[in-house]
Protein backbone atom coordinates (compact mmCIF):
# COMPACT_ATOMS: atom_id res chain seq x y z
CA UNK A 1 0.00 0.00 0.00
CA UNK A 2 1.34 3.60 -0.85
CA UNK A 3 2.06 5.75 1.96
CA UNK A 4 1.26 9.72 1.95
CA UNK A 5 3.26 11.21 -0.71
CA UNK A 6 4.39 14.72 -0.56
CA UNK A 7 6.21 17.17 -2.71
CA UNK A 8 8.18 19.09 -3.07
CA UNK A 9 10.59 17.36 -0.31
CA UNK A 10 12.74 21.14 0.11
CA UNK A 11 12.09 24.20 -0.97
CA UNK A 12 14.06 27.55 -0.24
CA UNK A 13 12.31 30.88 -1.02
CA UNK A 14 13.17 34.68 0.07
CA UNK A 15 10.32 36.45 2.36
CA UNK A 16 7.63 37.43 0.92
CA UNK A 17 7.07 35.09 -1.58
CA UNK A 18 4.84 32.61 -2.24
CA UNK A 19 4.87 28.69 -1.84
CA UNK A 20 2.66 25.82 -2.41
CA UNK A 21 3.00 22.11 -0.87
CA UNK A 22 1.15 19.43 -2.10
CA UNK A 23 0.08 16.32 -0.66
CA UNK A 24 -1.80 12.66 -1.98
CA UNK A 25 -3.01 11.04 1.42
CA UNK A 26 -3.75 7.16 1.12
CA UNK A 27 -6.28 5.81 -0.82
CA UNK A 28 -9.12 5.71 0.96
CA UNK A 29 -8.31 7.65 4.00
CA UNK A 30 -11.14 10.53 4.46
CA UNK A 31 -8.96 12.62 6.48
CA UNK A 32 -5.66 14.79 5.96
CA UNK A 33 -4.19 16.82 8.46
CA UNK A 34 -1.67 19.39 7.67
CA UNK A 35 1.43 19.99 10.44
CA UNK A 36 3.99 22.76 11.04
CA UNK A 37 6.79 21.34 12.62
CA UNK A 38 9.63 24.08 13.92
CA UNK A 39 13.08 22.89 14.51
CA UNK A 40 13.06 21.49 18.01
CA UNK A 41 9.34 21.26 18.34
CA UNK A 42 6.29 18.72 18.12
CA UNK A 43 4.08 19.03 14.93
CA UNK A 44 1.46 21.69 15.43
CA UNK A 45 -1.87 21.04 13.85
CA UNK A 46 -2.54 23.50 10.97
CA UNK A 47 -5.62 22.18 9.38
CA UNK A 48 -7.75 19.01 9.14
CA UNK A 49 -9.93 18.27 6.36
CA UNK A 50 -12.67 15.45 6.39
CA UNK A 51 -13.68 14.45 2.81
CA UNK A 52 -13.76 17.84 1.09
CA UNK A 53 -14.73 20.14 4.58
CA UNK A 54 -12.82 21.95 7.12
CA UNK A 55 -12.61 20.17 10.66
CA UNK A 56 -10.29 22.24 12.20
CA UNK A 57 -8.48 25.31 11.46
CA UNK A 58 -7.59 27.06 14.34
CA UNK A 59 -4.07 27.33 14.61
CA UNK A 60 -3.83 28.16 10.51
CA UNK A 61 -2.81 31.90 10.57
CA UNK A 62 -5.29 32.58 7.79
CA UNK A 63 -3.95 35.83 7.00
CA UNK A 64 -1.12 33.95 5.18
CA UNK A 65 -1.79 30.55 5.00
CA UNK A 66 -4.72 28.71 2.80
CA UNK A 67 -5.42 24.82 2.25
CA UNK A 68 -7.81 23.23 0.07
CA UNK A 69 -8.45 19.23 -0.61
CA UNK A 70 -10.41 19.14 -4.01
CA UNK A 71 -12.33 16.00 -4.36
CA UNK A 72 -11.78 15.12 -1.05
CA UNK A 73 -8.22 13.24 -2.41
CA UNK A 74 -5.50 15.47 -2.81
CA UNK A 75 -4.36 18.79 -0.50
CA UNK A 76 -2.73 21.95 -1.53
CA UNK A 77 -1.08 24.05 1.63
CA UNK A 78 -0.30 27.77 0.34
CA UNK A 79 1.47 30.45 1.95
CA UNK A 80 1.57 33.80 0.96
CA UNK A 81 3.67 35.80 2.05
CA UNK A 82 5.87 34.18 3.57
CA UNK A 83 7.84 35.07 6.50
CA UNK A 84 11.39 33.86 7.90
CA UNK A 85 9.06 32.36 11.00
CA UNK A 86 7.46 30.06 8.69
CA UNK A 87 10.68 28.13 8.14
CA UNK A 88 9.87 24.60 9.34
CA UNK A 89 8.77 21.49 8.12
CA UNK A 90 5.33 20.78 6.42
CA UNK A 91 3.73 17.52 7.04
CA UNK A 92 0.57 15.56 5.83
CA UNK A 93 -0.85 12.99 7.64
CA UNK A 94 -3.89 10.89 6.47
CA UNK A 95 -6.52 8.59 8.85
CA UNK A 96 -9.47 6.52 8.84
CA UNK A 97 -11.89 8.52 10.40
CA UNK A 98 -10.60 8.48 14.27
CA UNK A 99 -7.83 6.39 13.50
CA UNK A 100 -4.44 6.83 13.87
CA UNK A 101 -2.83 8.75 11.45
CA UNK A 102 -0.04 8.23 9.01
CA UNK A 103 2.37 11.09 7.68
CA UNK A 104 3.98 11.57 4.75
CA UNK A 105 7.81 12.44 4.58
CA UNK A 106 7.08 16.11 4.81
CA UNK A 107 8.62 19.43 3.03
CA UNK A 108 11.12 21.49 4.53
CA UNK A 109 10.44 24.66 4.08
CA UNK A 110 13.27 27.73 4.30
CA UNK A 111 12.82 31.10 4.57
CA UNK A 112 15.64 33.72 3.63
CA UNK B 1 -0.88 25.25 28.34
CA UNK B 2 0.77 22.56 27.17
CA UNK B 3 -1.31 19.32 27.45
CA UNK B 4 1.64 16.82 26.90
CA UNK B 5 4.64 17.07 28.79
CA UNK B 6 8.15 14.77 27.64
CA UNK B 7 10.18 16.40 30.10
CA UNK B 8 13.33 14.34 29.01
CA UNK B 9 15.04 16.43 26.23
CA UNK B 10 17.76 14.18 25.13
CA UNK B 11 18.47 10.08 26.29
CA UNK B 12 21.72 8.42 25.43
CA UNK B 13 22.50 4.78 25.90
CA UNK B 14 25.08 2.64 25.08
CA UNK B 15 23.37 -0.26 22.37
CA UNK B 16 21.87 -3.47 24.63
CA UNK B 17 20.73 -0.81 27.52
CA UNK B 18 17.29 -0.55 27.83
CA UNK B 19 15.87 3.55 27.77
CA UNK B 20 12.44 4.59 28.82
CA UNK B 21 10.80 8.04 28.10
CA UNK B 22 8.43 9.36 30.19
CA UNK B 23 5.02 10.52 28.77
CA UNK B 24 2.73 12.99 30.85
CA UNK B 25 -0.56 14.28 29.91
CA UNK B 26 -3.45 16.46 30.53
CA UNK B 27 -6.85 16.32 29.54
CA UNK B 28 -10.25 16.99 31.50
CA UNK B 29 -12.05 14.22 29.12
CA UNK B 30 -12.99 10.51 30.36
CA UNK B 31 -12.65 9.09 26.63
CA UNK B 32 -9.01 10.45 24.76
CA UNK B 33 -6.61 8.45 22.90
CA UNK B 34 -2.73 8.59 23.27
CA UNK B 35 -0.04 7.95 20.79
CA UNK B 36 3.94 7.12 20.57
CA UNK B 37 5.42 8.14 17.27
CA UNK B 38 9.03 7.67 16.14
CA UNK B 39 10.60 10.36 13.83
CA UNK B 40 14.24 9.49 12.60
CA UNK B 41 16.81 11.32 11.12
CA UNK B 42 14.88 10.57 7.42
CA UNK B 43 12.27 12.90 9.12
CA UNK B 44 8.99 10.83 8.26
CA UNK B 45 6.58 10.39 11.86
CA UNK B 46 5.85 6.27 12.40
CA UNK B 47 3.06 5.17 14.04
CA UNK B 48 3.84 2.59 17.12
CA UNK B 49 0.84 2.62 19.06
CA UNK B 50 -2.08 4.20 19.84
CA UNK B 51 -4.04 3.74 23.39
CA UNK B 52 -7.36 4.54 24.70
CA UNK B 53 -8.22 6.04 28.06
CA UNK B 54 -10.24 2.79 29.02
CA UNK B 55 -7.62 0.43 28.24
CA UNK B 56 -5.12 0.46 31.17
CA UNK B 57 -3.46 -2.61 30.50
CA UNK B 58 0.27 -2.64 29.41
CA UNK B 59 1.22 -3.69 26.20
CA UNK B 60 4.32 -5.17 24.41
CA UNK B 61 5.54 -5.25 21.08
CA UNK B 62 8.57 -6.95 20.40
CA UNK B 63 11.26 -4.66 22.47
CA UNK B 64 8.72 -1.98 22.66
CA UNK B 65 6.36 -1.26 25.85
CA UNK B 66 4.18 1.01 27.42
CA UNK B 67 2.89 1.71 30.67
CA UNK B 68 -0.29 3.35 30.89
CA UNK B 69 -1.44 4.62 34.08
CA UNK B 70 -4.32 6.83 34.29
CA UNK B 71 -4.25 7.44 38.22
CA UNK B 72 -0.71 9.73 37.51
CA UNK B 73 -1.53 10.50 33.74
CA UNK B 74 1.59 9.26 32.60
CA UNK B 75 1.71 6.99 29.30
CA UNK B 76 5.88 6.01 29.24
CA UNK B 77 7.13 3.74 26.21
CA UNK B 78 10.22 1.54 27.18
CA UNK B 79 12.82 0.23 24.84
CA UNK B 80 14.50 -3.13 25.99
CA UNK B 81 18.22 -4.14 24.99
CA UNK B 82 17.92 -0.70 22.12
CA UNK B 83 19.75 -0.66 18.81
CA UNK B 84 21.57 1.76 17.05
CA UNK B 85 18.24 1.74 14.46
CA UNK B 86 16.79 3.01 17.63
CA UNK B 87 18.34 6.87 17.50
CA UNK B 88 15.36 8.72 16.65
CA UNK B 89 13.20 11.38 18.19
CA UNK B 90 10.20 9.82 20.01
CA UNK B 91 6.96 11.70 20.46
CA UNK B 92 4.21 11.36 22.59
CA UNK B 93 0.64 12.52 21.63
CA UNK B 94 -2.76 13.27 22.67
CA UNK B 95 -6.23 13.05 20.57
CA UNK B 96 -9.42 14.36 22.42
CA UNK B 97 -12.94 14.54 21.29
CA UNK B 98 -13.45 18.51 23.31
CA UNK B 99 -10.82 19.62 20.60
CA UNK B 100 -11.81 18.14 17.86
CA UNK B 101 -11.08 13.99 17.24
CA UNK B 102 -8.07 13.46 14.98
CA UNK B 103 -6.21 16.30 16.08
CA UNK B 104 -3.11 15.80 17.55
CA UNK B 105 -1.03 17.55 20.48
CA UNK B 106 2.18 16.81 20.75
CA UNK B 107 4.95 17.16 23.12
CA UNK B 108 8.31 18.34 22.53
CA UNK B 109 9.83 15.20 21.74
CA UNK B 110 12.64 13.02 23.47
CA UNK B 111 15.81 12.11 21.06
CA UNK B 112 17.13 9.19 21.93
CA UNK B 113 20.94 8.59 20.55
CA UNK B 114 21.99 5.21 21.02
CA UNK B 115 25.76 4.28 20.66
CA UNK B 116 27.61 1.21 20.23
Known amino acids: EAGVAQSPRYKIIEKRQSVAFWCNPI?????LYWYQQILGQGPKLLIQFQNNGVVDDSQLPKDRFSAERLKGVDSTLKIQPAKLEDSAVYLC??????????FGPGTRLTVT | AQKVTQAQTEISVVEKEDVTLDCVYETRDTTYYLFWYKQPPSGELVFLIR??????QNEISGRYSWNFQKSTSSFNFTITASQVVDSAVYFCALSEPTDSWGKLQFGAGTQVVVTP
Open chain 2, 51 to 56: RNSFDE
Open chain 1, 93 to 102: ASSLVEDEQY
Open chain 1, 27 to 31: SGHAT
